[in-house]
Structure formats: structure tokens, C-alpha cells
């Protein structure tokens, strides 16, 4: 495995972790973060600087840590341990919100 994948791993469990805080601690609701991480999302989907040519696999990759985080909040919610590896599986098999930048 790539070194910075493993680095994003890291980072992806510190922002979790962050997101999660703040819900705890009523800085942020759940409802709030989660839009908030939808709205990341489409923006990103709706970059005008985005290269059209981009592969959608490339396009999934850019999309990937809003919807890990998005996951990785509810589960936490609900009590349930996950790992990574389980989040990110469930991740590749979501419908997600945006479909691939082909879309205006």
C-alpha cells in the first residue's frame, strides 16, 4: 500500500474524531456536519475547473473523504465500532449523492 494512503488513514481518523467532538459537545449537530459535508461534496462535483477528460474513478477518489466522514459520523452516532477498511467498502458500494462530473 502507498505510504499516503496510509497517511490519509490517519488524517481521516483525527477529522472523524474532530467532527465527532463537536457533535458531542453540541458546537455542531449531526444534521448540521452532515450537511456540511454535502455541501463539500457538491461543490466538488460542480468545480468549473475540473477537467471534464477526469475518469469517474478519479471523481470517486476526489469524493471519497466527504462520504467517509459522513459514514464514519453516523456509525459513531449509532455506537458501532467500525474500522477503515469496513468504512471504505461501504463507501465503494454507496450510490453517492453526485454522480461524476460529467454533470453540470
Known amino acids: 500500500m502507498n505510504t499516503a494512503n496510509l497517511q490519509l ?3 481521516y481518523a483525527i ?5 465527532g467532538a463537536l457533535r458531542d ?3 455542531l449537530g449531526a444534521e448540521e456536519i452532515d450537511a456540511l459535508l ?3 461534496e457538491r461543490s466538488l462535483a460542480r468545480d468549473p475547473l475540473r477537467p471534464r477528460e477526469l475518469r469517474d474513478a478519479n471523481f470517486e477518489a476526489i ?3 466527504a462520504r467517509l466522514l459522513r459514514l464514519a459520523l453516523r456509525e459513531s452516532a449509532a455506537g458501532e465500532a467500525f474500522s ?3 468504512l471504505a467498502g461501504r ?4 450510490t453517492p449523492p453526485e454522480q461524476a462530473p ?3
Not at 477529522?15 to 467532527?19: I, P, Q, R, T, Y
Open 9 to 11: 488513514e490517519g488524517v
Open 15 to 19: 477529522l472523524s474524531a474532530l467532527f
Open 25 to 27: 459537545r453540541g458546537v
Open 38 to 40: 454535502v455541501d463539500v
Open 63 to 65: 469524493c471519497f473523504p
Open 84 to 86: 477503515f477498511a469496513q
Open 91 to 94: 463507501v465503494g458500494q454507496a
Open 102 to 104: 460529467s454533470e453540470p
